[in-house]
Structures are given as structure tokens and as C-alpha cells.
């Protein structure tokens, strides 16, 4: 599976931005996808995570209530929305597939895309 997320860009605070992760070589529908970020001399975290079937989601604590997520294994890509962007939310964004279920590990997933920068100005 080769992944590409896009979407990335500067927002002011407050400000909101939809990622995308897009994928090709094989069908997303038999994968749990999860997004992750990493900023600046900081470890990589998960963000949030996407059931095969869109039903169940679960975010990072500090995002809950502002970000959503949504799949369309139609059209293979899987989609976060941001809302409320703070400045700490700053970082590059990275979307990965896991075929092990859920989870919030890193570790765990199968594949990696590129990242897209999302930058937040106060």
C-alpha cells in the first residue's frame, strides 16, 4: 500500500484545514488508518485512528472535539478535519495503515505515507 497525505498548509488560529490520505496498490476498506504528528524536536503521537468501516474512531486527548475523521474506501482516502487549530498543533501530519485492528502505537502500523506540514499561527 502506498499512501499519500496532502492538505497541509498555514492557518491562523482558530482556523480549520481538511487533510487527506489517498491510497493506491491495494484497497484502505481491510485497514484501521490512523494519523499521527510530529512537531518540531518532539517524539511522533497519535492524533486519531478510523475503523475499516468508518463506524468507530477514537482521537488524542488534546484534539477531541475539535478534529473529525471519515473514510471513503471507494475512493481509497481517508479524511481528517481539523477545526480550531491551535498553534500547538503545529507539526508535520503523517497517515499510516494498520491490518492489526486499533491502536495508537506506531509500532503497529504497516504503512507509512510522506506527511504534510499543517503550520498554525497565533
Known amino acids: 500500500v502506498q499512501l499519500q497525505a496532502s492538505g497541509g498548509g498555514l492557518v491562523q488560529a482558530g482556523g480549520s484545514l481538511r487533510l487527506y490520505c489517498a491510497a493506491s496498490?491495494?484497497?484502505?476498506?481491510?485497514?484501521?488508518m490512523g494519523w499521527f504528528r510530529q512537531a518540531p524536536g518532539k517524539e511522533r503521537e497519535f492524533v486519531a485512528v478510523?475503523?475499516?468501516?468508518?463506524?468507530?474512531?477514537d482521537f488524542e486527548d488534546s484534539v477531541k472535539g475539535r478534529f473529525t475523521i471519515s473514510r471513503d474506501n471507494a475512493r481509497n482516502t481517508v479524511y481528517p478535519q481539523m477545526n480550531s487549530l491551535k498553534p500547538e498543533d503545529t507539526a508535520v501530519y503523517y497517515c499510516?495503515?494498520?491490518?492489526?485492528?486499533?491502536?495508537?502505537?506506531?509500532?503497529?502500523?504497516?504503512?507509512w505515507g510522506q506527511g504534510t506540514l499543517v503550520t498554525v499561527s497565533s
Open positions: 499510516a495503515a494498520s491490518g492489526r485492528g486499533y491502536s495508537q502505537l506506531a509500532t503497529t502500523y504497516d504503512y
Open positions: 496498490g491495494r484497497t484502505l476498506s481491510r485497514y484501521y
Open positions: 478510523i475503523s475499516w468501516s468508518g463506524i468507530t474512531t
